[in-house]
Structure formats: C-alpha cells, structure tokens
C-alpha cells in the first residue's frame, strides 16, 4: 500500500509533546496511522525546540531532539541553498501575507516533494493550498 505523504509542523510537534494540549490525541492518532509517510524540515525541528525552550519546556524540546533518529515514518529534510533561495524568492512574492521563512522553506518542500497533507493549525498552508488536517 501506498503511503500518504504527510507534513508535519511546529504545531502539530507542539502538541505531540505536551499531553494536556486539546489536540495532542488527534496529533497521535495521525501519528500512530501506518498509511501515512511523514516529513519536516530541519527549519521546523528548530523552531519547535526554540517554542518549548520560549514555553519553559527546554526538556521537551531535548526529547524531541533525541527521538527524531528513532521514528523511521519520519523524513527530514535539510534546506540547503536551492531550498533557502526558493523560500526566499516565496517570501518576496507573498509579502501581503505576512509568511513566516520556516513556513516558506516547508511549502517549498512540500511542492517538491509533491506533499499536500499538513499536520498544522497554521492558517498558512491552508493559503497556500495544502490541505490543513488540524
């Protein structure tokens, strides 16, 4: 079977380490589903270590640091410069949007790699026309 090539963002790890976050269940759930293929960027694995550690949680970002290695659904993908360009470039051309660069970098992976899935709550990928599962 196929799998079903699925983002995941700062979001959707945010709530996966914290249990008493609303959306924690569904995030695991996501997860825990074998159908599906996952990926993230080096950029967002750094922005939700730099959440936690903002949130008083450094411990969880420590973990989520040490955890990376062992899921093997889990694909990261490091933006060198052609990544790093074409996120700028998308920065420039949406300017009206306000678009974070992490959210940049992940569109340009995500239409690379030919992924629509977003495990998020960022109204941001929804904009850019990738289906938003949170």
């Not at 360009?85 to 306000?98: G, H, I, P, S």
Request: proline share 4%; net charge neutral.
């Amino acid at each position: 079977m196929a799998s079903r090539k699925t983002f995941i963002d700062t979001s959707a790890f945010y709530c996966a380490f914290r249990p008493e976050d609303p959306l924690h269940q569904t995030v695991d759930t996501f997860l825990r589903d074998p159908s599906r293929a996952f990926y993230t960027t080096d950029w967002v694995i750094g922005e939700t270590v730099n959440l936690l550690t903002a949130r008083r949680k450094p411990h969880l970002g420590r973990k989520l640091l040490g955890e990376m290695g062992a899921v093997s659904s889990l694909d990261i993908i490091y933006s060198g410069r052609e990544y790093f360009d074409q996120a700028k470039a998308l920065l420039l051309q949406y300017e009206d949007q306000n678009l974070p660069f992490t959210d940049c970098v992940s569109f340009v992976v995500m239409r690379s790699l030919k992924i629509h899935d977003a495990l998020t709550t960022d109204r941001h990928f929804r904009v850019m026309g990738f289906e938003v599962l949170l």
